[in-house]
């Protein structure tokens, strides 16, 4: 890393000669990606569709965009596999240069990162097995109902701020929560509608009620000190949004209905 700096400063002095040093003011900028030629993306691989292992490979919407980004910014996309509660840290930390995770935009978080431009749509939903007496968000709170999230995401955030820390079960992964629900470990689980859909769909007797809440944006979180690499990721999403690529991405993990 050290290096690195030592030598993207020597270029830059280099790239100097010659010119007015006014120029040359402002910071210098330490490299637009952690390592030269490479973007790594931090991500969360049990969140179908945006990403999941097909076989040993990490696939989905945000393992296909961020793809396209990277071949957009001439770089190879690395992406690594972590809990979701690290990503916005490690980020900070300067060991990813973005997450890309399912991952909501708020408040709360744009103290830590920058996010890019939104390229998908979230709402939170209610996983319960069939036949439970929950019925919707209501009956779900005024219950002693325990309800499964996974960590640090908003559906967490959420019910650990409507229920209470007593009545929240918190696991790594969303698979992990649906396994508590199917095994009654816990009465619900407050997670994503795609994922919620996906995990319905490879499970037998859970059901999603009708009642959706929270409708969230998602989008790339990327360090704050980074402002070039946000405008470049933000310029590739720009072009991917314009020559239908996102469109044909997300379109074919999650066909239209009807
Ligand atoms: N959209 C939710 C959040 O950002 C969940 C994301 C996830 O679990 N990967 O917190």
Redesign the pocket.
């Known amino acids: 890393m050290k290096n690195l700096f030592v030598k993207l400063v020597s270029v830059a002095m280099i790239a100097c000669m010659g010119m007015a040093i006014a120029s040359c003011g402002g910071s210098k900028k330490s490299g637009m990606t952690i390592e030269d030629g490479k973007l790594i993306m931090a991500t ?1 691989a049990a ?1 179908p569709p945006y990403e999941y292992y097909d076989g040993d490979r990490i696939v989905g919407i945000d393992a296909e965009i961020a793809q396209a980004v990277a071949d957009r910014l001439g770089l190879t996309l690395e992406i690594q596999d972590i809990a ?1 509660d690290s990503i916005i840290a490690g980020i900070q930390a300067g060991k990813y240069d973005i997450g890309a ?4 935009v708020t408040e709360d978080r744009l103290q830590s990162v920058n996010f890019s431009s939104t390229y998908a749509t ?1 709402i939170q939903s209610i996983i319960i097995p069939e036949g439970s007496e929950i019925t919707d968000i209501d009956t779900l709170c005024d219950g002693d109902y325990i309800v499964g999230v ?1 960590s640090g ?2 559906g967490d955030i959420y019910m650990a701020d409507e229920l209470g820390e007593s009545r929240i079960d918190r696991y790594q992964t ?1 698979n992990d929560a649906v396994l508590a629900l199917i095994s009654g470990k816990v009465d619900a689980v407050v997670i ?1 509608d795609q994922p919620a859909q996906a995990f319905v769909a490879a499970n037998e007797g859970l059901t999603i009620l009708e009642t959706p809440f929270a409708v ?1 944006d ?1 989008a790339m979180a990327i360090n704050k000190d980074n402002e070039e690499l946000l405008a470049a990721v933000n310029q590739a999403l720009d072009e991917l949004r314009a020559d239908g690529t996102i469109d044909e991405i997300i379109n074919r993990y999650i066909p239209a209905e009807g």
Request: hydrophobic letters at 25%.
């Open positions: 969360n969140f979701f995770a399912g991952m909501t979230g996974q995401t908003t969303g994503d969230e998602y």
